[in-house]
């Protein structure tokens, strides 16, 4: 049985197929998810798994030099917020990388999501609760 971070065979799977600049989209249950894009759907229930958790066992495999939130996060929700530029900021130093963030409008931040290789969807049930990852190399 795999012992690393991620058991999820999808999500897994998702994670190794990614390469340098491809992004995969972490969301809340409400983001909408076009027919297109792969979907690993972990929402099991409102709440489970949580966004930051999901943030976390993801970012854990996969290494980041960008990401890419809606700007009404700020304002629609301020604790997720700030809690996502903290783990980017441990992040950088356990990646010795700087994460370049940048922000969008909710609108945007849709048509890229729908551009990403994955969307993986958790049981977050709060505004905005969403980010885009893109991947860059260790070396």
């Known amino acids: 049985m795999k012992k690393s971070a ?3 065979a999808q999500l897994s799977h998702l994670i190794a197929s990614v390469g340098h600049t491809d992004g995969i989209t972490i969301c809340d249950a409400g983001l909408p998810i076009p027919n297109d894009v792969a ?7 409102q709440g489970v798994p949580t966004f930051l958790q999901t943030l976390e066992v993801v970012s854990h495999e996969l290494f980041i030099e960008r990401a ?6 700020k304002l629609k929700n301020p604790q997720i917020h700030t809690a996502l530029l903290a783990h980017f900021q441990t992040l950088e130093q356990v990646q010795q990388n700087k994460i370049f963030i940048e922000y969008v409008s909710h609108e945007e931040f849709k048509q890229f999501a729908n551009h990403s290789k994955g969307i993986v969807r958790t049981g977050e049930c709060s505004p905005y609760a969403n980010v885009i990852l893109y991947s860059g190399v260790p070396f």
């Open 68 to 73: 890419l939130i809606a700007e009404e996060i």
């Open 6 to 8: 991620v058991l999820n």
């Open 39 to 45: 979907r690993v759907d972990l929402a099991l229930t």
